[in-house]
């Protein structure tokens, strides 16, 4: 049984998004309710799910961008939480790490490359001088850029290019978890190969643990070891990558795989698609009970009245009325 | 049967101040009556730039059509002047954009900006053009369309607001619709439902599309013929049951190769290295030499289009009748499950 | 012709083409070219620059000295010995305008970097830490925003009795209002900016990431301010001499020079045309100036 590296427990972020003047919250955005996984040392976890159902912000609370609203976050049993609020930060901070989305957005476009990535080593004081220069050189060079391009601004490389400076600085500290927000979805399709592979052999290098955050259902197969998927806030299905994807349980995650094309026009004439209707509701406002009932072809009362447990066997959980009877 | 849409040899130059970019270097195809043609690649390889050429939308000072022409309709569209290409603009030829946010007015109603599609083209009744208006919003699939016809596009969801600006294409029966990525900044249950609509759509109405997308799964499931295009060219086109399985261009086939696919398991995903040329300096001879894993030192020459088989065109010296090379088969038969 | 040979299989060295062939621009060599296409912008450049050398140098090179005064020459209009005549006291009106320069040109520069500092402190922690804090420094703000800011100034010079020293200090305490607004502007939008967040995750303190990461790229609308911000010290400073609550004589800013000119205004318009035109001059010079920098350093116009 593989350790446990981090563990999420009953975690819930809510966002205030309207406030009248005299205090007295009005509209809480309830982005994330109640989502409680784990990941193990070495895997990657892989969490799918659509617009406004909470991926990111689980993403960013667990690095602790966010605090919690409700739950916890640990980390080898260690509230991560409680370390970065006191003297352990700076060594939380080394131990985890994101990389972001957009990649025109997630460099400093004042600073050269080499000094981005150089910032976390002096930030913690992890090298100075020639030493630091060669750190800086070695990074560069594990993400496949050209070292002598150090010099130069962001502005300068591609999209991939500028999506490994980024992982360049996440591993500037010898991280030994990263959280992933939607690593590839910004770059052009040849080129989200080149930054999957790199992401992986980076894992087998350093044994780097990963959660990664995606939409593009393909892709995240092809990487994780287990798959989550989540819905308005909560997680509805989380089991092993070949389980989900063979057998998948939940009616959300069932319409989900069938609405992704496949790049093969005879399968493609010949699919079946479960098409849901309506849109997804706000998050503002969400449903009573499961909150995926009112788009749901199995719905029945119940799943009006009560939120379904996540449960489930074989390490394969559901949370849904109809399968867990 | 007279195609619906013919480009010829069409090149458009953008002058910048750091030099001339060829966004779109020669590039020539046509689109028949009721067919769906894709055109597919990443950024930068002029799909987006074409299609503008299309709808006559090219700013002239930074941009340049240097040659070529665009037949429909028995006219050729680089040359018409701004008042005939604003009568085919909505009218003719609609196009529908990736991000409908950023298409709708924020300040006008829904039904106040469908019913301007009607009263500017012709001219009627504000009623008439309001029940036209709900009719449009009915077979894009919107309920209850007499209530969205008041609200506003943030009130909206993407998808809806996507199949708003579907509705607006569509409102003057044109011949073409141009789809620039239509559902690329859409999630994948809402896309679903649009390439539904599009297919429901090109079926009844018999509209000829344009869609322009870099993903392989939507151009699969909607589009009878792909055009593949890179840094400006077009580098392959063949029918899309021809272009997946039997890809001739090492692009395409490096493409389909690094693509991770639902219903199959791969070990290792065969990425294509490197990046797309700088358009502003492009490489001499093939523009995807440096990142081919076939190149000869032939490729030091820029290749014409051959034409390996019929209706099936690939821009690569592989195909030259005296190539000893050719590509590897691709390892996984269409339709066959993992 | 092809023959067999050009089918030999060449290496695969994708990698090796990555390589750049423009120089490295930075963001101040891209928005100098763009500001070298603006004409006006460029025309007020020369102008601004020409006036503070002249301002600097010019008086060396004149023969009189601004407070000399000789009766005899009073009220001479332009001539070849005067060339923008003299005043009711016979002292030479173009080494007045001259001296003139080098204290309006001051007090605006002056003022203006004493605005650009209290500015970026407020507008800073305003904008970074946010909450309750910054709501209520920025309210503030607008209160005191509420009222013309000419009449603070004008009420502290009457308590500070006019004097180049207050004027610094009147202007300086008054004007980083607007300052402190765009700071906190910019950096309140520039702070969930992905490359922030990063910055926060490596462990950059807060004065790292407003040092380091926001105020750089916060540059371009603090720049425009100030630049725009000189012409208005300028013009604060002439207004207040004119009423008599500026320098005092015999030293000569522009302000004060227009002022002493009134009394003589139907017989000797050009006392006033010279001061007047080398305010009118210089504001507009730096307005120009001032909107070709904002074109110039718009982040979003990079190519």
Redesign the interface.
């Known amino acids: 049984m593989s350790e446990q590296l981090v563990s999420v427990e009953h975690l819930s972020k809510h966002f205030v998004t309207r406030q009248t003047l005299l205090g007295g919250p009005r509209d809480i955005l309830k982005a994330v309710e109640d989502v409680s996984f784990s990941v193990e040392q070495g895997e990657t976890l892989g969490l799918v799910g659509e617009t406004g159902c909470g991926k990111s912000t689980v993403g960013r609370t667990l690095v602790g961008l966010y605090t919690p609203t409700a739950g916890k976050v640990l980390f080898r049993g260690q509230n991560v939480h409680d370390a970065l609020g006191g003297p352990l930060a700076e060594e939380y901070r080394r131990k985890i790490q994101m990389i972001f989305q957009d990649p025109y957005a997630s460099l400093n476009p004042r600073m050269t490359v080499g000094d981005i990535v150089g910032e976390p080593l002096d930030i913690h004081r992890l090298a100075s001088g020639n030493e630091r220069q060669e750190r800086i050189y070695h990074l560069l060079e594990q993400v496949g850029l050209n070292p002598e391009q150090a010099g130069r601004f962001p502005h300068e490389f591609s999209g991939g290019q500028r999506q490994r400076v980024g992982i360049a600085r996440a591993l500037a500290v010898n991280p030994e978890f990263i959280v992933c927000d939607e690593p590839i979805s910004a770059l052009d399709v040849s080129i989200q190969a080149q930054v999957v592979n790199l992401l992986q052999q980076l894992q087998q290098d350093y044994g780097l643990t990963y959660l990664i955050i995606a939409h593009d259902l393909s892709m995240i197969k092809h990487i994780s070891r287990r798959v989550a998927v989540m819905y308005l806030g909560s997680l509805v299905e989380l089991a092993p990558c070949a389980e989900l994807y063979a057998n998948p349980q939940h009616p959300y995650t069932q319409a989900l795989l069938s609405a992704i094309p496949i790049p093969d026009p005879q399968v493609e004439a010949s699919r079946h698609r479960i098409i849901l209707e309506g849109d997804v509701p706000s998050p503002i406002n969400p449903p009573s009970g499961c909150k995926f009932h009112t788009r749901c072809r199995y719905a029945f009362d119940r799943c009006s009245l009560e939120n379904p447990q996540f449960l489930g066997q074989n390490k394969h959980y559901v949370a849904c009325h109809l399968v867990n009877k | 049967m007279e195609p619906v849409l013919s480009v010829e040899n069409l090149t458009v130059l953008f002058h910048t101040y750091a030099g001339t970019v060829q966004a779109v270097k020669d590039v020539s195809f046509h689109l028949d009556k009721g067919e769906i043609l894709g055109i597919v690649g990443e950024s930068g390889c002029g799909k987006s730039v074409t299609a503008n050429a299309i709808m006559g939308l090219i700013p002239s000072p930074p941009g340049d059509i240097a040659a070529g022409r665009i037949l429909f309709g028995g006219s050729d569209i680089t040359k018409m002047d701004e008042a005939s290409l604003r009568r085919i603009r909505g009218n003719a030829i609609s196009m529908i954009f990736q991000d409908p946010m950023t298409s709708l007015n924020p300040v006008l109603t829904i039904g106040t900006q469908l019913t301007e599609c009607f009263l500017t083209h012709h001219s009627m009744a504000k009623s008439a053009a309001a029940e036209r208006a709900v009719q449009m919003l009915k077979l894009v699939g919107i309920p209850v369309p007499e209530i969205r016809m008041k609200q506003y596009p943030h009130q909206l969801s993407g998808g809806m607001r996507q199949r708003v600006m579907i509705a607006m294409a569509l409102a003057l029966d044109p011949q073409i619709l141009i789809a620039d990525e239509p559902t690329t900044a859409l999630d994948v249950t809402v896309q679903a439902q649009i390439i539904e609509l599009m297919q429901k759509l090109n079926r009844e109405l018999d509209t000829s599309i344009i869609l322009i997308s870099h993903d392989l799964g939507v151009i699969a499931g909607l589009c009878s013929r792909v055009v593949v295009m890179y840094a400006g060219q077009i580098i392959e086109t063949a029918s899309v049951s021809e272009l997946f399985s039997n890809p001739r261009h090492p692009y395409t086939h490096g493409l389909l190769d690094s693509i991770p696919r639902l219903d199959e398991a791969r070990a290792h995903l065969e990425s294509i290295e490197g990046q797309p040329p700088d358009l502003l300096s492009p490489p001499v001879g093939c523009a995807f030499q440096p990142r081919c894993r076939y190149a000869m030192r032939l490729c030091e020459q820029a290749p014409p289009l051959f034409a390996p088989a019929a209706d099936h065109l690939s821009r690569c010296w592989l195909e030259h009748e005296a190539c000893p090379h050719s590509l590897p088969v691709r390892g996984h038969k269409a339709g066959e499950p993992a | 012709m ?1 023959n ?7 290496g ?11 120089p ?4 101040w060599q891209d928005a100098w ?1 763009r500001l070298k296409q603006n004409k006006l912008a460029m025309a007020g450049l020369v102008v601004i620059s020409f006036i503070a050398l002249l301002a600097l140098i010019g008086p060396l090179f004149s023969p009189y000295s601004y407070s000399d005064q000789v009766l005899a020459e009073a009220n001479h209009p332009p001539s070849a010995t005067h060339w923008f005549g003299t005043d009711n006291l016979g002292r030479d009106l173009f080494t007045r305008i001259l001296y003139g320069a080098r204290i309006s040109l001051s007090i605006g520069v002056v003022a203006s970097f004493i605005n650009l500092t209290i500015g970026i402190i407020y507008g800073g922690v305003a904008g970074y830490f946010g909450g309750r804090l910054g709501s209520v420094m920025m309210r503030l703000v607008d209160i005191l925003y509420g009222i013309p800011l000419l009449l603070y100034v004008i009420l502290l010079m009457v308590v500070l009795k006019p004097g180049l020293t207050n004027i610094f200090i009147a202007l300086g305490l008054v004007y980083w209002l607007r300052m402190a607004q765009i700071v906190r502007g910019q950096i309140l939008s520039l702070r969930e ?3 922030v ?8 303190s807060s004065g ?1 990431i407003i040092l ?2 926001l105020v ?2 916060a540059m371009g609308p603090i720049i425009v301010t100030l630049t725009l911000s000189i012409p208005e010290a300028i013009f604060t400073e002439a207004f207040l001499s004119f009423i008599g609550l500026g320098v005092s004589a015999p030293m000569a800013s522009w302000g004060v020079l227009a002022s002493e000119s009134v009394a003589g205004l139907r017989s000797y318009p050009y006392q006033l045309l010279y001061p007047a035109l080398a305010i009118s001059i210089t504001m507009l010079s730096f307005n120009f100036l001032g909107d070709g920098l904002r074109d110039a350093l718009d ?1 979003r116009m ?2």
């Open positions: 092809v067999i040979q050009d089918f030999e299989r060449v695969y060295a994708p990698l090796s083409a990555q390589t750049m062939n423009r490295v621009t930075t963001y070219r900016q992905e490359y967040l990063a910055a926060r995750l490596i462990g950059a790292r380091r990461h750089p790229n982040p990079r190519k």
